[in-house]
C-alpha cells in the first residue's frame, strides 16, 4: 500500500486519491512549482509542514522548520523576492507573531508567488482562541482564498500562486480545523519538470530600496497603492473559478468557504430547491460585480458564514452604497462563536425562511444532557512515563503549593489538572516567563527597592516553558527578566521534540528536514545570557530534580532549570519500531497500603484504584516503565517486573 507522502509526489495526471486538505494542499503548491517553503508547526496546519518535510528533498523543494511563524513569513516572503514561488504556513494565533511583518512588508508586495496558508480552530478545538483570518486578511488589505474541500484546497494553491504573481501582492489561503483535516479524492494535477527532477530552483534578488526599506518616506506612498491594488483584485476575483451562483428563486443564499457545503446539507435536509446559493471561495474582497448578478430578483439574502461577519459586512455596505433595498441576514440568525455546523445550517436557513426543522433540537439537547449525565468523563492527560509529569511533582515538592506557577503552549499546560494542578496562567506562546516577571515585580518588587519583599515574605514563582517554544517566543522574556533583575526560578521543559503537534524537530535537536542543523542548547543560551543559575536535570531521578530545584530557589536573581528527557510518546514509538521492550513495574501488594500518593500527588494514567483489594495497580498495556512510581510510593510498593530500555 502506497504512503500518503509518495502519492503526493505520484506523476499520474487525472489519477483521484485520498488525502487530507493539508496534503492536498503540499500536493497543490508543489502543482503551482514551490521553491521555498518555511513554517512552524500548529494544528491544525500540522500536516502541511510535515508532508512537505516529507516530500521536499524528493521535490526540490527547501523546506525548514522556522524557529517561529514570523521568522517563517518572512523567509518564505525574501524568497519571492528573490523571484521564487514561496509560501509560509501557520495557525491563526501564528499570524499574531507574523502580523509585524504582513502589516509592514504588504505594501512592499510580492515577486515571485507568495501564499500565506493559515489554518484557523472554530470551537478552539486545539487553540487558546478562535479569531477569524478574513479579518486580518482585510485588515491588511490581503485578498482571502476559502476551499470547501481537499480537491478545493489543492486548486486554490495554484490559482493563489499565479494571483499573487499577477498583482505582485500577497495571497492568504485560510483553512480551518474541518477543511485542514478533512479527507476527500483529489484529482491530481501536472508536476512541473523541476519538482519531478527535483531540481532545486534559485532565484535573483534585484535591489530596489524604494520599495524594500521601510523609511517614512517610501512607504507613505504605499497605502494609496494597496487600495487600488484591492480592487483590481475584487475585479479579477468576479471571475474566480472558485465562486459561482446557482439554483433559482426569489430567495438567495451567501455561503463562504466550507458553510457551503453545510448549506447544501441544509437545504437537502429541509427539501428546499427554490433557492438561489452564491458560493463563495474568496471572503475577502468579495466581488462586487458577481454580486450585482447574484441579488437580481431577489427579495431576502442570508449569508451564512463562520464567526466573524466578514462577507455580510461588506455585502452590506455593497448594498447600501447602490441602494438594494431588501433585507439582507446573517449574524442576527447565525451565531458568531463556534463552527458552523449542518444543525446551525438548517436553524438559520428555518428561521429565514419561517419554517419549522426537521426535527426537534432542543429535544436532542434534552437527551444529549442526560445520556452526558451517566458517561464518565474523559480529561486528557499527559502520557503515562511523561518526563513533564515528574518535573511538574518535582517542582511542587520543590517549592510547594504556595508557589505561584505560569506556563506556555505546549503539552506540559496539562499540568494545570488534578493531581499537579501546577499551571496558574497561559496566555500564549513566550508568556510564561513575561507573566513571571511581571508577577515578581508587582508581587516583591525589584532588588534596590527599599520595600522589596525577601525571605518568607518573598512570593515563590516559578515558570514552566517547553524547548520549541522557549526558541519561539521565550528568548525575549528571558533577557528581559535577566536585564529587569527579576527573582524567579524558569523550568524548559526539554523532551527534545516538538511533541504536541506532531514530533518536528527545532533548534535544540540539531535537527532540520533538509540534513544536520546545528543544535543550540538551552542551557548555553541561560549561561550566555547572564542567567543567574542554570543546570540541566533528568526528570526521571525524581530526586535529584527535586534538589536541583531547592537550590535554584535560594537564588537571587534568574535560575533556569532545563528539565531534559526526550518525549515518553516519541520514544515508545522509536522502541516499537526497533522491536526493544522496556521496563514493566508492578505493585506489590504486601507493601502496598492503600495511601493513594501515587494517584492522588503523582497521576500517572498507567496506575489505578482497584476498590476490592484496597490496593493501587498497574495497567501492564499502560506502563512506559519510566520508574516514577516507585520513586514517588514511600513504601516501595512499585516493583520492577521486568528489565528494558527508557
Not at 513495574?585 to 492522588?600: A, R
Request: with cysteine; aromatic share 8%; hydrophobic share 40%.
Amino acid at each position: 500500500m502506497a504512503k500518503v507522502t509518495d502519492m503526493v509526489l505520484w506523476d499520474k495526471p487525472g489519477e483521484k486519491v485520498l488525502l487530507l486538505g493539508n496534503q492536498a494542499i503540499v500536493r497543490g503548491a508543489l502543482e503551482g512549482n514551490i521553491a521555498v517553503f518555511a513554517a512552524y508547526p500548529g494544528t491544525p496546519s500540522s500536516e502541511v509542514t510535515d508532508t512537505m518535510a516529507a516530500v521536499a528533498e524528493r521535490a526540490g523543494v527547501y523546506m525548514e522548520y522556522s524557529t517561529n511563524e514570523k521568522v517563517a513569513f518572512e523567509t518564505a516572503l525574501s524568497a519571492s523576492w528573490a523571484g521564487l514561488r514561496a509560501m509560509t504556513a501557520m495557525k491563526h494565533v501564528g499570524l499574531n507573531v507574523a502580523a509585524d511583518t504582513l502589516l509592514s512588508a504588504v505594501g512592499m508586495g510580492a515577486e515571485g508567488g507568495f501564499v500565506i496558508m493559515v489554518a484557523d480552530d472554530p470551537s478552539q478545538w486545539s487553540s487558546q482562541n478562535e479569531q477569524d483570518t478574513r479579518v486580518y486578511g482585510k485588515f491588511a488589505l490581503v485578498p482571502v482564498l476559502e476551499p470547501i474541500s481537499p480537491h478545493e484546497a489543492k486548486e486554490m494553491v495554484k490559482y493563489a500562486f499565479e494571483l499573487s504573481e499577477k498583482f505582485k501582492h500577497f495571497v492568504i489561503l485560510r483553512t480551518t480545523t474541518r477543511s485542514s483535516h478533512a479527507r476527500g479524492d483529489v484529482e491530481l494535477g501536472e508536476l512541473p519538470e523541476e519538482i519531478k527532477q527535483a531540481k532545486r530552483k534559485f532565484g535573483e534578488f534585484k535591489k530596489n530600496p524604494k520599495r524594500f526599506v521601510s523609511i517614512p518616506a517610501h512607504s507613505r506612498l504605499f497605502h494609496p497603492q494597496i487600495l487600488e491594488k484591492i480592487e483590481r483584485i475584487r475585479e479579477e476575483l468576479a471571475e474566480c473559478p472558485f465562486n459561482w451562483i446557482e439554483g433559482d428563486g426569489k430567495v438567495g443564499i451567501i455561503a463562504p468557504g466550507l458553510s457551503y457545503a453545510y448549506v447544501k446539507e441544509a437545504l437537502a435536509w429541509l427539501g428546499i430547491e427554490e433557492v438561489k446559493v452564491l458560493k463563495l471561495g474568496t471572503p475577502f474582497p468579495v466581488p462586487y460585480r458577481l454580486l450585482e448578478k447574484f441579488f437580481d430578483g431577489l427579495e431576502k439574502v442570508l449569508i451564512i458564514e463562520e464567526l466573524e461577519p466578514v462577507v455580510e459586512e461588506q455585502v452590506k455596505v455593497w448594498a447600501f452604497e447602490n441602494d438594494v433595498r431588501i433585507p439582507i441576514h446573517g449574524k442576527d440568525l447565525v451565531p458568531r462563536i463556534y463552527e458552523m455546523t449542518t444543525r446551525r445550517a438548517v436553524e438559520a436557513i428555518a428561521k429565514f425562511l419561517g419554517l419549522e426543522t426537521p426535527v426537534n433540537f432542543e429535544e436532542l439537547d434534552e437527551k444529549y444532557k442526560k445520556v452526558q449525565a451517566m458517561v464518565p468523563p474523559r480529561p486528557p492527560s499527559l502520557c503515562p512515563a511523561c518526563p513533564h509529569r515528574n518535573t511538574f511533582y518535582a517542582i511542587k515538592k520543590a517549592a510547594t503549593a504556595r508557589a505561584i506557577f505560569p506556563s506556555d503552549i505546549g503539552c506540559y499546560t496539562l499540568g494545570v489538572l488534578p493531581p499537579l494542578n501546577a499551571v496558574d496562567t497561559t496566555v500564549d506562546m513566550g508568556a510564561s516567563i513575561g507573566v513571571a516577571h511581571g508577577l515578581d515585580v508587582a508581587l516583591n518588587g525589584v532588588p534596590g527597592e527599599e520595600q522589596r519583599r525577601t525571605g518568607k515574605e518573598k512570593k515563590v514563582i516559578v515558570a514552566t516553558i517547553g524547548d520549541s517554544t522557549f526558541f519561539h517566543t521565550g528568548l525575549p522574556a528571558l533577557a528581559n527578566a535577566i536585564y529587569n533583575r527579576s527573582n524567579i526560578l524558569i523550568v524548559v521543559t526539554d523532551n527534545l521534540v516538538t511533541a504536541m503537534t506532531g514530533d518536528q524537530p527545532n533548534p535544540g535537536t540539531g535537527e532540520t528536514p533538509h540534513g544536520p542543523g546545528k543544535r543550540i542548547k538551552i542551557e548555553e543560551v541561560a549561561k550566555a545570557m547572564g542567567a543567574d543559575f542554570v543546570a540541566v536535570v533528568d526528570p526521571y531521578d525524581i530526586k535529584a530534580t527535586i534538589e536541583t530545584m531547592k537550590k535554584a530557589l535560594q537564588v537571587e536573581g534568574v535560575s533556569v532549570v532545563v528539565s531534559r528527557r526526550v518525549c515518553a510518546l516519541h520514544r515508545i514509538g522509536e522502541l516499537r519500531r526497533a522491536r526493544t521492550q522496556w521496563p514493566l513495574y508492578q505493585v506489590n501488594e504486601e507493601k502496598c497500603t492503600g495511601c493513594k500518593i501515587c494517584i492522588n500527588a503523582y497521576g500517572c494514567p498507567a496506575i489505578y484504584w482497584d476498590a476490592e483489594s484496597g490496593k493501587a495497580k498497574i495497567d501492564e498495556l499502560m506502563c512506559w516503565g519510566c520508574g516514577g512510581c516507585a520513586q514517588v510510593c514511600p513504601f516501595d510498593a512499585f516493583e520492577k517486573v521486568r528489565e528494558g530500555e527508557i
